[in-house]
């Protein structure tokens, strides 16, 4: 786990006065900031918004035994399988490092669909975990992994490293419940959701993207071979579902004046640069922060005192995380039909706003 030059992560800004705060942020603000997400890019605005039928179900499909969606379930709360976890590490043949992993997985027989996701910049991956088990308790596995980044990260190599990960857990016994290597999702939070993008590419076992307010960043120097722009490419070449959430407090301000999330390079761009995609959510949490995606925040430390403060309770946005997780998962790995009004219908909250793509 990284640290702020000897500042522990995991300590709450609630453990330290107003004035040692005030100081920490003036020393760390701007730096962490820039680091977050710089370099802006331009796009222009386009507007989709139309009604997308559930998909059919494929006409090989059958429910796996276990995965039945229960009769009214509410997918914000907990599935119904028992779960447990195991901890690994991975070491890539590319880059050298070694990347550690924790898999939240299902307890029962037969293959199950995998997530595979990458944490925000400077937060430890275990500060997501409660999303992690709430997928597993739905019945997917979910390997959350810890890429090397530092201060001045490597997106490139942290993508291969991610893939590393991937490699090794869909070996056979790799883990206590198999994989099912047809239904395999990629998903991470700011830098993270854009490495998990980045490790995608060009991979053919990725069915899925599913990613929270992805940052399109780079250095202060721009965009590098470390630190590419993913817009246009890999971005419009994915020809597979894709999932957004974001939120627009962190579009502009911050703590120094630095936006955690620009608009230049956030969500909305990720969104409308994947062209290629058959079928593109992008889901609007009005009132919410960027570090909300955060969802154990004992565990975010001083990172999550240099973006905005939210409006929207962070409750409703890790509930919205949850529901939209499942429903996004078993509809595109598992092929179920009926869960779209989770999606795009009647079971979004009223602070969720939509577009969605293609055109019909």
Not at 141 to 168: E, Y
Not at 223 to 230: C, E, F, M, R
Not at 299 to 314: E, K, S
Not at 321 to 327: G, I, L, Q
């Amino acid at each position: 786990m990284n640290r702020f030059d000897g500042m522990d992560p995991a300590a709450s800004t609630h453990e330290r006065s107003p004035r040692a705060v005030h100081r920490l942020r003036r020393r760390y603000g701007r730096t962490f900031c820039a680091l977050l997400a710089a370099c802006a890019i331009s796009l222009a605005p386009a507007a989709i918004a139309q009604t997308l039928a559930c998909p059919a179900p494929a006409a090989e499909f059958v429910f796996d035994n276990g995965f039945e969606l229960p009769a009214g379930a509410d997918l914000a709360a907990a599935g119904p399988f028992a779960i447990a976890s195991v901890a690994g590490s991975s070491i890539s043949a590319v880059t050298g490092r070694t990347t550690p992993w924790t898999a939240h997985y299902p307890v029962t027989t037969g293959a199950r669909p995998l997530v595979l996701f990458a944490p925000g910049f400077q937060i430890p991956s275990s500060a997501y975990r409660n999303w992690a088990e709430h997928l597993a308790s739905w019945g997917f596995i979910t390997v959350r992994a810890d890429p090397t980044a530092g201060f001045t990260p490597n997106h490139t190599s942290m993508s291969l490293d991610l893939r590393s990960v991937l490699d090794d857990v869909v070996l056979p016994d790799a883990l206590p419940v198999s994989v099912d290597t047809g239904r395999i999702a990629l998903s991470g939070h700011s830098l993270g959701g854009k490495v998990a993008l980045m490790a995608a590419a060009g991979d053919a076992r990725v069915r899925a993207l599913f990613v929270f307010d992805p940052v399109n960043g780079a250095g202060q120097s721009g965009y590098t071979p470390d630190q590419p722009n993913i817009i246009p490419q890999p971005m419009a070449s994915f020809a597979v579902p894709i999932g957004v959430l974001g939120e627009l407090l962190d579009s502009v301000g911050g703590v120094g004046g630095q936006a955690c999330a620009p608009a230049a390079i956030n969500y909305q761009t990720i969104f409308l640069a994947a062209t290629a995609s058959p079928r593109a959510f992008e889901w609007t949490l009005d009132g919410a922060s960027h570090t909300d995606f955060i969802t154990n925040q004992e565990q975010c430390g001083i990172a999550c005192a240099f973006c905005q403060p939210r409006t929207l309770p962070l409750e409703q946005t890790h509930a919205f995380m949850r529901a939209s997780s499942v429903a996004f998962m078993r509809t595109y790995l598992q092929e179920e039909p009926g869960l779209c009004h989770w999606l795009n219908g009647s079971a979004l909250p009223a602070a969720v706003s939509l577009r969605q793509a293609p055109l019909p």
